[in-house]
């Protein structure tokens, strides 16, 4: 499986978002994201890191 999770990255800590994330899209105002369990979130946000390696995608709120 190629699924990741997204944590966001408050005060230099991180904090689980989403679980098993398959789907990111960008949107005008932040980001729309779907997990495989079909859990949807948006947040007003960027990415920040993709890290493939450890199956980890960290954002930042805008």
């Given at each position: 499986m190629c699924e990741t999770n997204v944590y966001l990255k408050q005060e230099g800590k991180e904090e689980l978002l989403l679980k098993e994330v398959g789907m990111i899209r960008p949107q005008e105002d932040g980001l729309f994201?779907?997990?495989?369990?079909?859990?949807?979130?948006?947040?007003?946000?960027?990415?920040?890191?993709?890290?493939l390696i450890d199956h980890k995608i960290i954002v930042e709120k805008a």
């Amino acid at each position: 499986m190629c699924e990741t999770n997204v944590y966001l990255k408050q005060e230099g800590k991180e904090e689980l978002l989403l679980k098993e994330v398959g789907m990111i899209r960008p949107q005008e105002d932040g980001l729309f994201m779907r997990s495989i369990f079909g859990e949807q979130k948006n947040i007003k946000g960027r990415v920040t890191e993709i890290n493939l390696i450890d199956h980890k995608i960290i954002v930042e709120k805008a």
